[in-house]
Structure formats: structure tokens, C-alpha cells
């Protein structure tokens, strides 16, 4: 498991923190952990930083808007939270389209 920060030398710490309706769990090498207890910010805050700028909206699952702009689907129940805004424009301009809040389907063909 490659650090979720740097993404290029193994995650030895994993932090953990409870959002509304689930956690958020990252990953980090010692030096990207040091780096963030230096910073004097979470490594929650941090990540949500990185992941927004990545397009990943959501911390807890990493849908992004993409994501639900061609599905409709929201990773977890954190993704309307943080989506909000961008679900009703999309459902604005798809007349008739219904939202669904649930477990994404994006890589879950497993076992058919
Ligand atoms: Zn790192
Ligand atoms: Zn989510």
C-alpha cells in the first residue's frame, strides 16, 4: 500500500477520522505523517485538500463529481454532503433524472 499522499513510498500509518456517516481513513509514509504533525493541521484536512484539488470530492469514498455526473450514484452518504451543489445542477439540467444515494456501482462487476 502506497502512501495516499505522496504516492510513491509505502504507507506505514494509517489515520483514521470519523466524519457524519463514515470514516475517512488515509494511509501515509513516515515522512508525508511527520510532514502533516509539522503543519499543525489533521491529516483530514490535508487530504481533503489534495483530493479536492485531484477532483475527488468526496474523503470518504473518492467519488468525484465525474463520477456522478455519469452515473448518478454517490459513493456513501458523506458524497451528498459534499456534492450537494453539483447534484442538483446535474438534476436540474437531466430533466426527470432520479437521484440515488448508495453504494457506487463503479468496479463492483465482481463475481458476474
Ligand atoms: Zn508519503
Ligand atoms: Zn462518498
Given at each position: 500500500m502506497l502512501c495516499d499522499l505522496c504516492g510513491k513510498k509505502t504507507a506505514t500509518l494509517v489515520d483514521r477520522t470519523v466524519v457524519n456517516n463514515g470514516i475517512a481513513e488515509y494511509r501515509f509514509c513516515e515522512d508525508c505523517y511527520k510532514a502533516i504533525m509539522k503543519s499543525g493541521r489533521t491529516a483530514f484536512d490535508v487530504m481533503q485538500e489534495v483530493l479536492a484539488r485531484k477532483g475527488?470530492?468526496?474523503?470518504?469514498?473518492?467519488?468525484t463529481a465525474e463520477d456522478f455526473r455519469s452515473?448518478?450514484?454517490?459513493?456513501?452518504?458523506?458524497c451528498y454532503r459534499n456534492m450537494r451543489d453539483i447534484a442538483v445542477a446535474a438534476a436540474e439540467a437531466t430533466q426527470n433524472a432520479s437521484v440515488h444515494i448508495g453504494k457506487r456501482r463503479k468496479g463492483g462487476r465482481d463475481g458476474q
Open positions: 475527488k470530492e468526496c474523503p470518504v469514498c473518492g467519488t452515473s448518478f450514484m454517490f459513493g456513501c452518504p458523506e
